[in-house]
């Protein structure tokens, strides 16, 4: 069994908007903290947003003020809003799953296999 799958990826215009979604088995989801992650071609992995179980998010700074981050508990997933794309937007997402609540991707212990999301100009 999957602890974590992400779909939704696809192709999108520049400018244009997008949703991914990250649902998680009821045991990982409920290990709280979720993570969104991304990587580029040749490039390391990079904070999109967490969010911890209490809702907190922790966007970073290429993405704040672009991308939303919300949680349906009763569906156990977690959803990535993505606004105003842009090119460099370019990359295969992950969710994570962790219990330190941190930005730092090596506290998350559950990763999907990740989705890509191809933005074009």
């Known amino acids: 069994q999957e602890e974590l799958v992400e779909s939704g990826g696809g192709l999108v215009q520049a400018g244009g908007s997008h949703r991914l979604s990250c649902t998680a088995s009821e045991r990982t989801y409920g290990i709280g903290n979720i993570g969104w992650y991304r990587q580029a071609p040749g490039k390391q992995r990079e904070l999109v947003v967490t969010?911890?179980?209490?809702?907190?998010?922790n966007y970073g700074s290429s993405v704040k003020g672009r991308f939303i981050i919300s949680r349906n508990n009763a569906k156990n997933t977690v959803y990535l809003q993505m606004n105003s794309l842009k090119p460099e937007d370019t990359a295969v997402y992950y969710c994570a799953a962790g219990d330190l609540g941190t930005t730092v991707p090596a506290s998350y212990e559950y990763w999907g296999q990740g989705t890509q999301v191809t933005v074009s100009s």
């Open positions: 969010i911890t179980a209490a809702g907190s998010p």
